[in-house]
Antibody, heavy 121, light 113 residues
Framework: QVQLQESGPGLVRPSETLSLTCIVS????????WTWIRQPPGKGLEWIGY???????VYSPSLRSRVTISIDMSKSQFSLQLTSVAATDTAVYYC???????????????WGQGTLVTVSS | DIVMTQSPDSLAVSLGERATINCKSS????????????LAWYQQKPGQPPKLLVS???TRESGVPDRFSGSGSGTDFTLTISSLQAEDVAVYYC?????????FGQGTKLEIK
């Protein structure tokens, strides 16, 4: 079955860079949007952005200046970097597979368990 | 951005009764080219990631009990649980994938009365 697993530091200092990796198993990397979504403690879901299997990236306008998503097809993994973090970036970060419908988007059908990243000195 | 607004924020329903959650989008998510509504519903239980229940506003995912149903079109959508079970206690989110940025509703917390 499809599985996604996030990994990375659980604590990041303010102004530093948050880096997470997601390993994908049970799914081809091709023809999906590989996405990061976050959820601050006790709050709702925020879409961060995605990388398509072709390498095309799209980011949320609110985070675009600080976000980079990359992919390593040979390792079936993709990564998130978020620079200049602050306490407001504290959240559970999920890596997610988004389906594609023809040339359009479809829903998020598989989610990792999520990893809590706390920004604190 | 398309703003997704859910109502109510929280809901308490007796076991076996119907639960109804509403979702309104600030712009239509109905595509004129294929007549499909780009709207999904997710269920999130405590300590777990969200789980996809319904896509295209009304298409139930494989393995999702048939007591869950989605309806609506354009800007107004509903998720209905026909007979509430104890395991349905969760937060439910709607989400549009019609246009970027992809956005979620604020969530509706469903509890047992």
């Amino acid at each position: 079955q499809v599985q996604l697993q996030e990994s990375g530091p659980g604590l990041v200092r303010p102004s530093e860079t948050l880096s997470l990796t997601c390993i994908v198993s049970g799914s081809s990397i091709d023809n999906y949007f590989w996405t990061w979504i976050r959820q601050p403690p006790g709050k709702g879901l925020e879409w961060i952005g995605y990388i398509y299997s072709s390498g095309t990236t799209v980011y949320s306008p609110s985070l675009r200046s600080r976000v980079t998503i990359s992919i390593d097809m040979s390792k079936s993994q993709f990564s998130l970097q978020l620079t200049s973090v602050a306490a407001t970036d504290t959240a559970v970060y999920y890596c997610v597979r988004q389906r594609r419908y023809n040339w359009n988007y479809d829903s998020f059908d598989h989610w990792g368990q999520g990893t809590l990243v706390t920004v604190s000195s | 951005d398309i703003v997704m607004t859910q109502s109510p924020d929280s809901l308490a329903v007796s076991l076996g009764e119907r639960a109804t959650i509403n979702c309104k989008s600030s712009h239509s998510v109905l595509s004129s080219s294929n007549n499909k509504n780009y709207l999904a519903w997710y269920q999130q239980k405590p300590g777990q990631p969200p789980k996809l229940l319904v896509s295209w506003a009304s298409t139930r995912e494989s393995g999702v009990p048939d007591r869950f149903s989605g309806s609506g079109s354009g800007t107004d959508f509903t998720l209905t649980i026909s007979s509430l079970q104890a395991e349905d206690v969760a937060v439910y989110y709607c989400q549009q994938y019609s246009s970027l940025p992809l956005t979620f509703g604020q969530g509706t917390k469903l509890e047992i009365k």
